[in-house]
């Protein structure tokens, strides 16, 4: 069985976008016969060596601290890193090194191949430098965003074969030079085991939240995620009172928290139609369909930026997966996941008037609600379910053992 061991950043028991992607490909690798194993950086971990199993997935831990200024601080800590992987590479023997961005992973798992002769596959979720500037921790051309671009490049260049999550990401890297055929593209995907069977509306929860009127059921819309600027979160609760003025019984559900938080509930309890705006703050994990279940459209207005024109988010397909109507803001990032008209609307980013007339024309558009809703389902199916993602990952781990180095992998596994 080929044994396959993947170097992250973070895993479970975190919740976020990160760690449900990684569950998603460990499982769907498990499911198609492959021997899987994780170990996580030392940002996240007390100890060094433990190994912890959640939901059927064993994680090490690489532990200790590295100190410093920025910048050797970041160079030490990919040393720790590559200290705890060899920990595990020593004991386990894989056959492949997959290690996942950001960018200190996969140069710390780089030194690791190289020592022991392991093809290494480097995945790129986003560029860190664009999440870093993207999250407010980060100046986009400053020095720190040069050189972690260049650092990336290096380990692209070095990894033996590279994977990312949407055409936005391998575009640019084939600006950079590295060959087209190096690159294979594994989109973003939902568990359909997790994600297809819709809870029915919650008509306490509906009427706590006061989104039930003398007409019956409120139209909903809902963003649940984090809370960070380029979500444009404050793009939408500026287009709702345009969207009031021609819905008047529409409300807003706001599920999540992050940088943004106090701000974006500041501008809402000023907005003229505060009362149609709800936040209710962080929910655990397993009540998040229940949230989903109040709404009828999920709105996704994110900023136009690099990072949004890059990279494609996971909560629009999660939508979809869930039968809810979807409408985004017109970025590179969302125009690889949504189809406008058929699968969803899209509008033009940073613009809130634009943003209320298409929320509106959607929600005065109730008979093509089915149309939308079985368009999106098959967009997910057929596109995004990882059960049929997963299976591109075996093409390339056996491209990159020839034939006279399967036996001698086979013998060290």
């Not at 993207?134 to 400053?142: D, I, L, P, R």
């Not at 033996?160 to 973003?188: F, Y």
């Not at 009127?213 to 979160?233: K, M, R, T």
Request: charged share 20%; proline share 6%; hydrophobic share 45%.
């Amino acid at each position: 069985m080929t044994r396959i061991l993947h170097v992250l950043d973070h895993s479970l028991p975190i919740h976020s976008g990160y760690t449900f992607r990684t569950r998603a490909i460990l499982k769907a690798q498990q499911a198609l016969g492959l021997d899987v194993r994780a170990v996580t950086g030392p940002r996240y971990n007390e100890g060094d060596g433990v190994v912890e199993e959640h939901d059927g997935l064993l994680f090490h831990r690489a532990g200790g601290k590295a100190s410093g200024p920025p910048g050797l601080r970041e160079w030490r800590e990919i040393g720790v890193f590559a200290a705890g992987i060899d920990k595990v590479v020593a004991q386990w023997r894989p056959d492949v090194i997959h290690a996942h961005s950001p960018v200190l992973c996969g140069q710390a798992a780089l030194r690791v191949a190289r020592r022991y002769g392991i093809p290494l596959v480097y995945e790129i979720r986003a560029f860190w430098e664009d999440a870093a500037v993207g999250n407010g921790t980060g100046t986009e051309n400053s020095l720190k965003y040069r050189l972690t671009r260049l650092l990336e490049t290096h380990v692209v260049r070095k990894a033996d074969a590279v994977v990312t999550i949407c055409e936005g990401l391998r575009a640019d890297l084939a600006t950079r030079g590295i060959p087209e055929s190096k690159i294979t593209v594994t989109p973003n995907g939902v568990d359909l085991a997790l994600f297809g069977a819709p809870l029915p509306r919650d008509a306490a929860l509906a009427a706590q939240l006061g989104f039930v009127d003398a007409d019956g059921p409120c139209p909903v819309i809902g963003f649940i995620g984090s809370f960070y600027d380029y979500e444009g979160l404050d793009v939408l609760i500026a287009a709702m009172p345009a969207l009031i003025a021609r819905q008047p019984r529409a409300r807003l559900l706001m599920v999540g928290g992050g940088p943004k938080e106090d701000a974006l509930r500041a501008q809402a309890a000023a907005s003229p139609v505060a009362a149609a705006i709800r936040f209710v703050g962080r929910v655990p994990h397993h009540e998040v369909d229940r949230y989903y279940a109040l709404c009828d459209v999920m709105a996704y207005p994110r900023k136009k930026s690099r990072l949004t024109d890059l990279v494609t988010p996971l909560k629009p397909l999660e939508a979809m997966a869930q039968g809810k109507l979807v409408a985004a803001s017109d970025v590179g990032g969302h125009r690889e996941l949504i189809t406008d008209g058929l699968t969803g609307v899209l509008f033009a980013p940073d613009d809130p008037a634009a943003c209320a007339e298409s929320l509106a024309r959607l929600l005065e558009s109730r008979a093509q609600w089915p149309a939308y809703r079985d368009a999106g389902r098959k967009h997910v199916e057929n596109g995004h379910d990882w059960a049929h993602n997963a299976r591109r990952y075996p093409v390339v781990y056996q491209m990159l053992a020839a034939p006279a180095d399967q036996g001698q992998l086979g013998a060290a596994a």
